[in-house]
């Protein structure tokens, strides 16, 4: 399937520069573009590729001043990156429409009081337990399992593989990666003194709001009490954990491998990097940023601030700390040379 660079610009409201008619069809990285494709760049680390680049049309920044003539037809949009990512998502969309999977495949297990949607998608050697309510356009891939009591609204997709555990309830427009599991117990256990532990019932549930994506080998435990909540347009990345009882506010996007122990209150429009760790019970304000790697011990009060670092603090005083840690080789000689030379004077003196 070909597009003109004038379809293309229909589409993303860009503005042509070059040849209208330049025809493009496959999607490729600005560094290995071809002639029959269309690549993008919005990050200026990239830049330099539009000179190299074989690409056929190009979508830029329409603030991008070019160092010297290309040979590709450009597209001009207010955000590249943005742009790409819309052009993206209505490709998907027509390749979707030749592949609707729709109907129950078998071997499948369905309990009889199940209650299922119109158009609704069953994989093979998927499980649904007792009293599950399934709306919807809902898509359910093979091997999943949906446990008694869970509620599935309408659009939304439980991928290959997918634990659901019972009483859990997703919204509308949940996609959730293979291989996840949302609903296990939480992380209880009361010493006994003698050395062991005791389980502790976890007898609350997750609640996953609408438009909420979750990626592969992500867990989020069951509330003891209550509900592990993920709120509304929540983005996690593959791996993460979260703990029982936690809340993860509107909007905020977390990547792999982070850790959120228990009943850590995460607030709006958060950005958290990889591999960061969370103290249980600590609560972060709306808007923070937290950078890869970070330790959170405390609770974070004022909002849209930056945090680095294990134990984590202010991104500016972090900064600072690194400059002197990196210079305290050359310090530490300097000190040891001043003392040489009050020493040296102490001795000439007495």
């Not at 229909?10 to 069809?25: F, Q, R, W, Y």
């Not at 979508?59 to 001009?76: G, K, Q, S, Y």
């Not at 709306?286 to 680095?308: F, N, R």
Request: proline share 3%; net charge neutral.
């Amino acid at each position: 399937m070909q597009f003109t660079a004038a379809q293309i610009a229909a589409l993303i409201n860009a503005k042509v520069e070059g040849n209208p008619d330049a025809a493009i069809s496959d999607i490729a990285r600005i560094e290995e573009g071809r002639k029959e494709a269309l690549s993008f760049v919005a990050n200026p680390k990239y830049e330099h590729y539009l000179y190299e680049t074989k690409a056929g049309i190009i979508i830029i920044n329409e603030t991008l001043v070019l160092e010297r003539p290309i040979d590709a037809t450009l597209l001009r949009v207010p955000d590249a990156y943005a742009a790409f990512a819309a052009l993206l998502e209505k490709y998907n969309e027509v390749m979707a429409m030749g592949n609707v999977k729709k109907g129950i495949e078998q071997p499948s297990f369905i309990d009889a009081t199940a209650q299922l949607g119109n158009d609704v998608y069953v994989g093979a050697f998927a499980y649904l337990g007792r009293n599950v309510k399934i709306g919807n356009n809902v898509k359910i891939f093979p091997h999943a399992y949906v446990g008694d009591n869970v509620v599935i609204d309408d659009d939304s997709q439980i991928n290959a593989g997918v634990k659901i555990y019972h009483q859990c309830k997703l919204g509308k427009r949940v996609i959730v990666h293979a291989g996840t599991v949302i609903g296990a117990d939480g992380f209880g256990f009361a010493p006994q003194g003698d050395g062991k532990y005791k389980k502790v019932p976890q007898l609350g549930n997750v609640v996953i709001e609408d438009d909420v994506e979750i990626g592969a080998n992500t867990t989020i435990d069951r509330a003891t009490i209550g509900s592990t909540f993920i709120r509304k347009g929540v983005k996690l990345d593959n791996l993460i954990q979260v703990a029982h009882n936690v809340e993860i506010g509107e909007g905020t996007v977390i990547a792999s491998q982070t850790g959120i122990s228990g009943s850590v209150k995460i607030g709006k429009r958060c950005m958290i990097g990889g591999q960061v760790g969370f103290a249980g019970h600590i609560s972060i304000a709306d808007g923070t940023k937290i950078g890869a790697q970070s330790g959170m011990l405390k609770p974070v009060v004022k909002e849209d601030t930056e945090y680095w670092g294990s134990p984590a603090f202010d991104f500016k005083a972090h900064l600072k700390s690194q400059v002197i840690f990196r210079n305290l080789p050359d310090l530490t000689q300097r000190i040891k040379q001043l003392e040489e030379k009050l020493n040296a004077v102490l001795v000439k003196g007495s």
